[in-house]
Protein backbone atom coordinates (compact mmCIF):
# COMPACT_ATOMS: atom_id res chain seq x y z
CA UNK A 1 0.00 0.00 0.00
CA UNK A 2 3.38 2.06 -0.01
CA UNK A 3 3.74 2.71 -3.70
CA UNK A 4 7.89 2.98 -3.29
CA UNK A 5 7.99 0.39 -1.02
CA UNK A 6 5.53 -2.23 -3.18
CA UNK A 7 7.74 -1.21 -6.43
CA UNK A 8 10.89 -2.05 -4.40
CA UNK A 9 9.38 -5.06 -3.68
CA UNK A 10 8.20 -6.60 -6.54
CA UNK A 11 11.20 -5.43 -8.19
CA UNK A 12 13.68 -7.98 -6.75
CA UNK A 13 10.92 -10.59 -6.25
CA UNK A 14 11.89 -13.86 -7.99
CA UNK A 15 10.42 -17.21 -7.89
CA UNK A 16 13.44 -18.86 -7.01
CA UNK A 17 13.43 -16.45 -3.72
CA UNK A 18 9.83 -17.68 -3.20
CA UNK A 19 10.60 -21.32 -3.56
CA UNK A 20 13.28 -20.90 -1.00
CA UNK A 21 11.53 -19.06 1.52
CA UNK A 22 8.97 -21.35 1.55
CA UNK A 23 11.34 -24.00 2.14
CA UNK A 24 12.57 -22.19 4.80
CA UNK A 25 9.20 -21.91 6.87
CA UNK A 26 8.24 -25.22 6.28
CA UNK A 27 11.74 -26.70 7.82
CA UNK A 28 10.50 -24.67 10.93
CA UNK A 29 7.62 -27.68 11.38
CA UNK A 30 7.66 -29.87 8.19
CA UNK A 31 4.32 -30.43 6.70
CA UNK A 32 2.43 -28.53 9.48
CA UNK A 33 1.60 -25.27 6.82
CA UNK A 34 -1.61 -26.73 4.67
CA UNK A 35 -2.65 -23.06 3.58
CA UNK A 36 -1.05 -20.82 0.94
CA UNK A 37 1.60 -18.47 2.07
CA UNK A 38 1.13 -14.75 0.25
CA UNK A 39 4.75 -14.08 -1.54
CA UNK A 40 4.68 -10.67 0.08
CA UNK A 41 3.97 -8.39 3.52
CA UNK A 42 1.50 -5.63 3.17
CA UNK A 43 2.85 -2.71 3.62
CA UNK A 44 0.82 -0.41 5.80
CA UNK A 45 0.79 3.60 6.12
CA UNK A 46 1.01 5.55 8.93
CA UNK A 47 -2.48 7.17 8.69
CA UNK A 48 -4.21 4.19 7.66
CA UNK A 49 -2.27 2.08 10.46
CA UNK A 50 -4.18 5.21 12.64
CA UNK A 51 -7.73 4.38 11.24
CA UNK A 52 -7.26 0.56 12.10
CA UNK A 53 -6.39 1.77 15.65
CA UNK A 54 -8.97 4.61 16.30
CA UNK A 55 -11.30 2.16 15.15
CA UNK A 56 -10.13 -0.62 17.12
CA UNK A 57 -9.80 1.68 19.97
CA UNK A 58 -13.43 2.47 19.98
CA UNK A 59 -14.91 -0.74 19.66
CA UNK A 60 -12.35 -1.46 22.99
CA UNK A 61 -14.44 1.40 24.92
CA UNK A 62 -17.40 -0.31 24.52
CA UNK A 63 -16.11 -3.65 25.64
CA UNK A 64 -14.58 -2.32 29.08
CA UNK A 65 -17.53 -0.32 30.06
CA UNK A 66 -19.15 -1.98 32.71
CA UNK A 67 -22.46 -3.12 30.73
CA UNK A 68 -21.00 -4.85 28.17
CA UNK A 69 -22.24 -8.28 30.10
CA UNK A 70 -25.69 -6.97 30.25
CA UNK A 71 -25.42 -5.81 26.56
CA UNK A 72 -24.28 -9.29 25.36
CA UNK A 73 -26.25 -11.43 27.97
CA UNK A 74 -28.24 -13.28 24.65
CA UNK A 75 -24.73 -13.78 22.32
CA UNK A 76 -24.07 -17.00 24.14
CA UNK A 77 -26.18 -19.85 22.45
CA UNK A 78 -28.32 -21.77 24.89
CA UNK A 79 -26.51 -24.91 25.76
CA UNK A 80 -23.07 -23.78 24.96
CA UNK A 81 -23.22 -21.46 28.10
CA UNK A 82 -18.85 -22.29 29.88
CA UNK A 83 -19.02 -22.14 34.01
CA UNK A 84 -16.70 -20.03 35.98
CA UNK A 85 -16.60 -16.81 32.98
CA UNK A 86 -14.16 -14.35 33.89
CA UNK A 87 -14.26 -10.62 33.61
CA UNK A 88 -12.28 -10.00 30.06
CA UNK A 89 -11.38 -11.86 27.33
CA UNK A 90 -7.59 -12.38 27.29
CA UNK A 91 -7.43 -11.86 23.75
CA UNK A 92 -9.51 -9.95 21.00
CA UNK A 93 -8.53 -10.25 17.05
CA UNK A 94 -10.10 -7.55 14.73
CA UNK A 95 -10.46 -8.13 11.15
CA UNK A 96 -10.44 -5.06 8.73
CA UNK A 97 -10.90 -4.85 4.96
CA UNK A 98 -8.75 -2.41 3.02
CA UNK A 99 -11.51 -0.70 1.56
CA UNK A 100 -11.76 2.48 -0.91
CA UNK A 101 -14.81 4.52 -0.78
CA UNK A 102 -17.03 6.84 -2.42
CA UNK A 103 -13.84 9.52 -2.64
CA UNK A 104 -11.85 6.73 -3.89
CA UNK A 105 -9.90 6.80 -0.72
CA UNK A 106 -8.52 3.75 1.15
CA UNK A 107 -10.15 2.96 4.23
CA UNK A 108 -10.06 0.23 6.53
CA UNK A 109 -13.67 -1.36 7.49
CA UNK A 110 -14.75 -3.88 10.15
CA UNK A 111 -15.27 -7.05 8.80
CA UNK A 112 -16.18 -9.43 11.78
CA UNK A 113 -13.68 -9.93 15.49
CA UNK A 114 -13.25 -12.56 17.84
CA UNK A 115 -12.71 -12.70 21.61
CA UNK A 116 -10.25 -15.81 20.38
CA UNK A 117 -6.93 -16.40 20.15
CA UNK A 118 -5.44 -16.29 16.38
CA UNK A 119 -2.32 -17.63 15.02
CA UNK A 120 -0.29 -15.32 17.47
CA UNK A 121 2.87 -17.82 17.78
CA UNK A 122 3.09 -18.58 13.68
CA UNK A 123 3.45 -15.21 12.94
CA UNK A 124 6.66 -14.47 14.78
CA UNK A 125 8.00 -17.15 12.32
CA UNK A 126 6.18 -15.88 9.37
CA UNK A 127 8.43 -12.27 10.18
CA UNK A 128 11.17 -13.95 11.34
CA UNK A 129 11.42 -16.16 7.86
CA UNK A 130 10.33 -13.48 5.73
CA UNK A 131 13.41 -10.84 7.11
CA UNK A 132 15.61 -13.75 6.39
CA UNK A 133 14.91 -13.96 2.26
CA UNK A 134 13.80 -10.74 1.32
CA UNK A 135 15.05 -6.69 1.75
CA UNK A 136 12.21 -5.00 3.94
CA UNK A 137 12.78 -1.13 5.17
CA UNK A 138 14.45 -1.60 8.86
CA UNK A 139 12.03 1.13 10.17
CA UNK A 140 8.93 -1.21 10.05
CA UNK A 141 7.98 -3.70 12.00
CA UNK A 142 4.80 -6.40 12.50
CA UNK A 143 4.47 -5.16 16.41
CA UNK A 144 2.45 -3.08 17.52
CA UNK A 145 2.40 -0.17 20.53
CA UNK A 146 5.16 -1.51 22.65
CA UNK A 147 5.97 -4.56 21.51
CA UNK A 148 8.53 -6.16 19.78
CA UNK A 149 9.68 -9.50 19.39
CA UNK A 150 11.20 -10.47 22.38
CA UNK A 151 8.55 -8.63 24.39
CA UNK A 152 5.24 -9.82 22.76
CA UNK A 153 6.92 -13.16 23.37
CA UNK A 154 7.00 -12.68 26.50
CA UNK A 155 3.79 -10.90 27.10
CA UNK A 156 1.93 -14.31 25.08
CA UNK A 157 3.51 -16.15 27.36
CA UNK A 158 3.14 -14.51 30.49
CA UNK A 159 -0.63 -14.55 29.38
CA UNK A 160 -0.98 -18.19 28.13
CA UNK A 161 0.93 -19.65 31.25
CA UNK A 162 0.05 -17.50 34.36
CA UNK A 163 1.44 -18.03 37.39
CA UNK A 164 1.24 -22.27 36.83
CA UNK A 165 4.10 -24.62 35.59
CA UNK A 166 4.04 -24.92 31.63
CA UNK A 167 3.18 -28.60 31.94
CA UNK A 168 0.06 -27.90 33.73
CA UNK A 169 -0.93 -25.44 31.08
CA UNK A 170 -2.28 -26.71 27.42
CA UNK A 171 -3.56 -26.09 24.51
CA UNK A 172 -6.53 -27.37 23.81
CA UNK A 173 -8.15 -28.77 20.74
CA UNK A 174 -10.24 -31.16 18.73
CA UNK A 175 -7.99 -33.05 16.93
CA UNK A 176 -5.05 -30.68 16.88
CA UNK A 177 -2.64 -33.14 14.38
CA UNK A 178 -5.47 -32.31 11.53
CA UNK A 179 -6.42 -28.52 12.08
CA UNK A 180 -5.05 -26.43 8.85
CA UNK A 181 -4.01 -23.81 11.49
CA UNK A 182 -1.48 -26.70 13.92
CA UNK A 183 1.40 -24.79 13.07
CA UNK A 184 0.65 -22.32 14.96
CA UNK A 185 0.06 -24.92 17.44
CA UNK A 186 3.92 -26.38 16.84
CA UNK A 187 4.96 -22.26 17.24
CA UNK A 188 3.24 -21.95 20.61
CA UNK A 189 4.78 -25.49 21.58
CA UNK A 190 8.02 -23.87 20.90
CA UNK A 191 7.78 -20.25 22.31
CA UNK A 192 5.61 -20.56 25.28
CA UNK A 193 6.43 -24.34 26.39
CA UNK A 194 2.56 -25.93 26.32
CA UNK A 195 2.09 -28.95 24.75
CA UNK A 196 -1.52 -29.39 22.74
CA UNK A 197 -3.74 -32.07 23.85
CA UNK A 198 -7.14 -33.10 21.72
CA UNK A 199 -10.26 -32.60 23.79
CA UNK A 200 -10.92 -36.23 23.46
CA UNK A 201 -7.60 -37.79 25.56
CA UNK A 202 -8.50 -34.92 28.62
CA UNK A 203 -9.06 -37.34 31.30
CA UNK A 204 -11.63 -36.26 34.44
CA UNK A 205 -11.46 -37.36 37.81
CA UNK A 206 -14.00 -35.20 39.83
CA UNK A 207 -14.04 -31.65 38.93
CA UNK A 208 -10.11 -31.82 37.75
CA UNK A 209 -8.50 -32.95 34.67
CA UNK A 210 -5.69 -34.71 33.35
CA UNK A 211 -3.63 -35.08 30.43
CA UNK A 212 -0.40 -37.74 29.67
CA UNK A 213 2.31 -35.70 29.42
CA UNK A 214 5.13 -38.36 28.02
CA UNK A 215 3.28 -41.19 29.61
CA UNK A 216 2.50 -39.23 33.17
CA UNK A 217 -0.89 -37.91 34.03
CA UNK A 218 -0.34 -34.53 34.58
CA UNK A 219 -3.19 -32.20 36.03
CA UNK A 220 -4.52 -29.35 34.11
CA UNK A 221 -4.40 -25.83 36.12
CA UNK A 222 -4.77 -23.99 32.79
CA UNK A 223 -5.88 -24.16 29.20
CA UNK A 224 -5.55 -21.94 26.28
CA UNK A 225 -8.64 -22.54 24.60
CA UNK A 226 -8.91 -23.26 20.77
CA UNK A 227 -11.65 -25.52 20.66
CA UNK A 228 -14.49 -23.67 18.32
CA UNK A 229 -17.87 -25.17 19.55
CA UNK A 230 -19.19 -24.50 15.93
CA UNK A 231 -16.84 -27.37 15.35
CA UNK A 232 -17.68 -29.71 18.16
CA UNK A 233 -21.22 -29.69 17.50
CA UNK A 234 -19.90 -30.83 13.61
CA UNK A 235 -18.18 -34.05 15.41
CA UNK A 236 -18.56 -37.41 15.55
CA UNK A 237 -21.36 -38.23 18.54
CA UNK A 238 -18.73 -39.49 20.45
CA UNK A 239 -16.04 -36.45 20.14
CA UNK A 240 -19.55 -34.60 20.80
CA UNK A 241 -19.95 -36.68 24.42
CA UNK A 242 -16.58 -36.32 25.50
CA UNK A 243 -16.73 -32.44 24.90
CA UNK A 244 -19.66 -32.30 27.30
CA UNK A 245 -17.29 -32.34 30.39
CA UNK A 246 -16.23 -28.37 28.75
CA UNK A 247 -19.93 -27.34 30.35
CA UNK A 248 -19.19 -28.77 33.79
CA UNK A 249 -17.99 -27.02 37.08
CA UNK A 250 -14.56 -27.45 36.37
CA UNK A 251 -10.97 -26.53 38.96
CA UNK A 252 -9.30 -24.81 35.70
CA UNK A 253 -8.48 -21.73 34.82
CA UNK A 254 -9.58 -20.73 31.39
CA UNK A 255 -7.37 -18.34 29.26
CA UNK A 256 -9.56 -16.98 26.95
CA UNK A 257 -12.82 -18.33 28.58
CA UNK A 258 -15.02 -20.18 25.78
CA UNK A 259 -17.85 -17.38 26.62
CA UNK A 260 -16.35 -14.62 25.09
CA UNK A 261 -16.12 -16.33 21.60
CA UNK A 262 -19.86 -15.41 21.17
CA UNK A 263 -19.92 -11.90 23.77
CA UNK A 264 -16.56 -10.48 21.04
CA UNK A 265 -17.95 -11.24 17.52
CA UNK A 266 -20.76 -10.41 14.98
CA UNK A 267 -23.10 -10.34 17.73
CA UNK A 268 -21.07 -6.83 19.27
CA UNK A 269 -21.55 -5.11 15.68
CA UNK A 270 -25.39 -3.88 15.89
CA UNK A 271 -23.44 -1.97 19.51
CA UNK A 272 -20.92 -0.12 17.68
CA UNK A 273 -21.39 3.00 15.39
CA UNK A 274 -18.08 4.24 13.53
CA UNK A 275 -17.11 5.46 10.36
CA UNK A 276 -14.89 2.37 9.67
CA UNK A 277 -17.50 0.03 11.09
CA UNK A 278 -20.37 -0.93 8.69
CA UNK A 279 -23.63 -0.43 9.67
CA UNK A 280 -25.09 -3.40 11.26
CA UNK A 281 -28.36 -4.45 12.62
CA UNK A 282 -29.86 -7.60 14.31
CA UNK A 283 -32.15 -8.73 12.08
CA UNK A 284 -35.04 -9.37 14.44
CA UNK A 285 -34.91 -5.77 14.84
CA UNK A 286 -35.29 -5.04 11.03
CA UNK A 287 -38.93 -3.86 10.77
CA UNK A 288 -38.55 -2.94 6.66
CA UNK A 289 -35.62 -4.49 4.70
CA UNK A 290 -34.30 -1.61 3.16
CA UNK A 291 -34.53 -1.10 -0.72
CA UNK A 292 -30.79 -1.33 -1.43
CA UNK A 293 -30.71 -4.53 -0.24
CA UNK A 294 -27.89 -5.36 -2.92
CA UNK A 295 -25.73 -3.27 -0.80
CA UNK A 296 -25.75 -5.71 2.51
CA UNK A 297 -24.91 -8.92 3.43
CA UNK A 298 -26.64 -11.36 5.41
CA UNK A 299 -24.76 -13.41 8.19
CA UNK A 300 -25.63 -15.66 10.77
CA UNK A 301 -24.12 -15.32 14.41
CA UNK A 302 -23.17 -18.51 15.40
CA UNK A 303 -21.54 -19.64 12.56
CA UNK A 304 -17.28 -19.64 11.60
CA UNK A 305 -14.88 -19.34 8.39
CA UNK A 306 -18.08 -17.58 6.51
CA UNK A 307 -20.37 -20.72 6.88
CA UNK A 308 -24.13 -19.48 5.74
CA UNK A 309 -23.39 -15.93 4.78
CA UNK A 310 -25.29 -14.62 1.77
CA UNK A 311 -23.28 -12.16 -0.22
CA UNK A 312 -26.20 -11.20 -2.86
CA UNK A 313 -29.39 -10.82 -0.56
CA UNK A 314 -32.69 -10.66 -1.70
CA UNK A 315 -36.27 -10.06 0.36
CA UNK A 316 -36.77 -14.25 -0.47
CA UNK A 317 -33.92 -14.95 1.74
CA UNK A 318 -34.54 -12.70 4.75
CA UNK A 319 -38.14 -14.15 4.43
CA UNK A 320 -37.16 -17.67 4.66
CA UNK A 321 -35.17 -17.24 7.59
CA UNK A 322 -36.74 -19.00 10.65
CA UNK A 323 -34.36 -17.09 13.78
CA UNK A 324 -34.12 -13.66 12.83
CA UNK A 325 -32.85 -13.08 16.09
CA UNK A 326 -29.50 -15.13 15.73
CA UNK A 327 -28.71 -13.56 12.28
CA UNK A 328 -27.39 -9.82 11.18
CA UNK A 329 -27.34 -7.35 8.05
CA UNK A 330 -24.33 -5.83 7.17
CA UNK A 331 -23.81 -2.89 4.79
CA UNK A 332 -21.59 -4.02 2.51
CA UNK A 333 -18.07 -2.95 1.74
CA UNK A 334 -16.14 -2.06 -1.06
CA UNK A 335 -12.60 -4.24 -1.15
CA UNK A 336 -10.01 -1.73 -2.83
CA UNK A 337 -7.54 -3.59 -5.34
CA UNK A 338 -4.52 -2.31 -3.51
CA UNK A 339 -1.90 -4.53 -3.10
CA UNK A 340 -0.04 -4.45 -6.76
CA UNK A 341 1.36 -8.04 -7.74
CA UNK A 342 2.87 -9.21 -11.74
CA UNK A 343 -0.32 -9.71 -12.93
CA UNK A 344 -3.65 -8.02 -11.33
CA UNK A 345 -3.84 -6.22 -7.69
CA UNK A 346 -5.19 -8.14 -4.60
CA UNK A 347 -7.29 -7.62 -1.89
CA UNK A 348 -6.39 -7.40 1.46
CA UNK A 349 -8.03 -8.40 4.95
CA UNK A 350 -5.99 -6.96 8.17
CA UNK A 351 -6.74 -8.77 11.08
CA UNK A 352 -5.43 -6.83 14.55
CA UNK A 353 -4.08 -8.67 17.51
CA UNK A 354 -5.12 -7.45 21.01
CA UNK A 355 -3.65 -8.61 24.30
CA UNK A 356 -5.57 -8.70 27.44
CA UNK A 357 -3.10 -9.23 30.72
CA UNK A 358 -5.20 -9.62 34.29
CA UNK A 359 -5.26 -6.40 36.61
CA UNK A 360 -4.91 -4.38 33.58
CA UNK A 361 -7.55 -1.71 32.86
CA UNK A 362 -7.96 -2.20 28.58
CA UNK A 363 -6.62 -4.34 26.25
CA UNK A 364 -3.40 -3.22 23.58
CA UNK A 365 -2.30 -3.71 20.41
CA UNK A 366 -0.05 -6.19 19.75
CA UNK A 367 0.44 -8.09 16.30
CA UNK A 368 -0.89 -8.82 13.12
CA UNK A 369 -1.99 -10.99 10.04
CA UNK A 370 -3.20 -10.28 6.75
CA UNK A 371 -4.73 -12.47 3.66
CA UNK A 372 -4.66 -11.51 0.49
CA UNK A 373 -7.35 -12.19 -2.28
CA UNK A 374 -8.20 -12.19 -6.03
CA UNK A 375 -11.25 -13.41 -5.41
CA UNK A 376 -15.05 -12.33 -4.67
CA UNK A 377 -14.43 -13.52 -0.94
CA UNK A 378 -11.48 -13.60 0.81
CA UNK A 379 -10.61 -17.50 1.50
CA UNK A 380 -8.91 -20.54 0.33
CA UNK A 381 -12.38 -21.76 -2.09
CA UNK A 382 -11.94 -18.13 -3.60
CA UNK A 383 -8.51 -18.13 -4.63
CA UNK A 384 -7.38 -21.70 -6.55
CA UNK A 385 -4.61 -21.27 -8.41
CA UNK A 386 -4.04 -18.20 -8.13
CA UNK A 387 -0.69 -16.52 -7.15
CA UNK A 388 0.10 -13.23 -4.69
CA UNK A 389 -2.82 -14.29 -2.61
CA UNK A 390 -3.10 -16.34 0.98
CA UNK A 391 -1.80 -15.44 4.38
CA UNK A 392 0.50 -13.11 5.31
CA UNK A 393 0.88 -10.09 7.76
CA UNK A 394 1.71 -6.20 7.62
CA UNK A 395 4.34 -4.67 8.14
CA UNK A 396 3.78 -1.07 10.29
CA UNK A 397 6.17 2.60 10.65
CA UNK A 398 7.73 2.39 13.69
Known amino acids: MIPAFRKEFNKNFTAEKYEAFLKDLDNAHPGAIEFRVAETPVFVPEDFTQKILDACESIVDIIVDPRFKEMTKNAIPKGLQVPGENDHSHFIAFDFGVCINEEGKYEPQLIEMQGFPTLFAYEVLLDDVFRRHFPLPSNFEAYLGRFNRESYLNELKDIIVGNHDPENVILLEIFPEKQKTRIDFFCTEEYVGIKSVCLTKLVKEGNRLYYFNNGIKTVVNRIYNRVIFDDLLQQAPDVQEKGKILFEQLDVEWVPHPNWFYRISKYTLPFIRHPYVPKTFFLNEVKEPPNDLE ?43 AIETPDVPAKCEIRIFYFWKDQTPRPVPANNLARLSKGKMIGVRYNKDKEWVGGSYCLFKK
Request: proline share 5%.
Open 295 to 337: NYVLKPLFSFAGQGVVIDVTRADIDKVKDPENWILQRKVRYAE
